[in-house]
């Protein structure tokens, strides 16, 4: 079945620092991406999304580049900030193939110091 | 715009109660999910409907767990009886389904359950 496998957290960096987390995925056919963000008391909400290969998703200063080569879809931030400090998913979903359900790894705790 | 609205936001309950999960989707969004998070397991989807059908609920983990989607606008997640192993936050979502290849989920504030 589908799987997504992200990086084992938590992840510690200070403001300004350089970010990626790394998320691999394994599914049939051509399934689409997301990084969900979730803020500490809150539900998850999108924070980007890409639907085929080579496509790039971005937000908020976040990156990610769909690989089909690779099945990856590493998040990426230039210059964190204190309020990036949020559990970041990665998750895809095989609409395609008729089912609605989105597949999320276990997530990734980013903590930003000042 | 209100988003996914969910009640209540927490809940103590002794062990062996029945407790009721509610969830207010968007409004005019067709599917309607129930995810639960723990920190063993992470985010699990328990059920799903599309049109207040149930769609896929192979993620309920056992028959003391029950939904329900009576209309278009409300939805029910029932424990009964209640176990302190599910204690959790239980998160309902809603999206519309699109033309493309992909529906983005929008995420209620969650209930954080808590069973003694």
């Known amino acids: 079945g589908d799987s997504v496998t992200q990086m084992e957290g938590p992840v510690t960096l200070s403001e300004e620092a350089f970010l990626t987390i790394n998320c691999t995925y394994t599914?049939?056919?051509?399934?689409?991406l997301f990084w969900y963000v979730q803020y500490p008391g809150e539900g998850l909400q999108l924070l980007l999304k890409?639907?085929?290969?080579?496509d790039k998703g971005s937000n908020k200063g976040f990156e990610a580049t769909y690989r089909k080569e690779t099945t990856s879809f590493h998040l990426e931030k230039g210059s964190v900030q204190v309020s990036d400090s949020a559990v970041y998913f990665c998750a895809l979903q095989n609409r395609p193939g008729g089912n609605e359900k989105l597949t999320f790894g276990t997530g990734t705790r980013l903590t930003i110091i000042p | 715009d209100a988003g996914v609205i969910q009640s209540p936001r927490h809940e103590v309950t002794e062990m062996g109660q029945e407790v009721t999960l509610r969830c207010k989707p968007i409004s005019g969004h067709d599917y309607l999910f129930w995810y639960r998070q723990t920190m063993m397991r992470g985010l699990e989807l328990l059920i799903y409907f599309n049109n207040n059908v149930p769609i896929d609920d192979s993620g309920m983990p056992e028959d003391r767990f029950s939904a329900k989607m009576p209309n278009a606008s409300f939805s029910t997640l029932k424990i009964q009886p209640s176990e302190p192993r599910d204690s959790a936050v239980y998160f309902c979502?809603?999206?519309?389904?699109?033309?493309?290849?992909?529906?983005?989920?929008?995420f209620g504030p969650g209930t954080r359950l808590t069973v003694l």
């Open positions: 599914a049939t056919g051509y399934p689409s």
């Open positions: 979502a809603s999206s519309l389904a699109g033309t493309g290849n992909s529906d983005t989920q929008y």
């Open positions: 890409a639907t085929k290969a080579d």
